[in-house]
Structure formats: C-alpha cells, structure tokens
C-alpha cells in the first residue's frame, strides 16, 4: 500500500506563490509516476502536472510556465511549485500516485489565492 500526505497549502495573494509537498509512504518502491489534481467547489477534478519515476513532466495548459513539479526520490516526495497565481487558482490540491497495486490518492490541502 501507499500513503500520501500532502501539505504546504494555505492563503496567498494574487502573484504569489506557494509550495505543495506531497510525501509518500508504505511500499514506495511501486510506484511508477506521480501527480498534482486539483478540485475547486463545483468543478471537476483538472491535471496540474505529472511526473514519472525516470524525470518525465506533463502540465495542463493553464499551468504551463507557472507551475513547477519536482521529486526528490531520496525523501520519496513530490513537490508543486506555484508562481503568479491567480484567483482561480483556488482549489483543493491532491496528489496522485500510480502503482502496481493500484492507483492512490492524499486527503488534499486547500489553496486559496486573494485578489
């Protein structure tokens, strides 16, 4: 099993930016590729990025040149870095881990961006 834990969401204003961690636990050593989802109040869950286990990155349109998805494979964490961000930025961030024994999802961490 995985366990992800996410964290470093909070209040910013317009422009600012923030970091999200995501670290994972459990049978690390299955996972294959990681990512950032986020959720806003009657929307969808949407992408924000992706990473694989050998470096490989992918980002929704509206993220690309603000959003910034690292790993670090020694701590087994995934980080999201925000920049400019904008109001509807606000969203419920998951992270997303893909397995061989299945698919695994955090409990989220809220990002709201004031104007």
């Known amino acids: 099993q995985v366990q992800l834990v996410e964290s470093g969401g909070g209040l910013v204003q317009a422009g600012g930016s923030l970091r999200l961690s995501c670290a994972a636990s459990?049978?690390?050593?299955?996972?294959?590729?990681m990512g950032w989802y986020r959720q806003a109040p009657g929307k969808q869950r949407e992408l924000v990025a992706t990473?694989?286990?050998?470096?490989?990155?992918n980002y929704a349109n509206s993220m690309k040149g603000r959003f910034t998805i690292s790993k670090d494979n020694a701590k087994s964490t995934v980080y999201l870095q925000m920049n400019s961000l904008k109001p509807e930025d606000t969203a419920v961030y998951y992270c997303?881990?893909?397995?061989?024994?299945?698919?695994?999802w955090g409990q989220g961490t809220q990002v709201t961006v004031s104007s």
């Open positions: 990473v694989t286990v050998d470096g490989r990155t």
């Open positions: 459990g049978t690390i050593f299955s996972i294959n590729d």
């Open positions: 997303m881990a893909v397995s061989t024994m299945g698919d695994y």
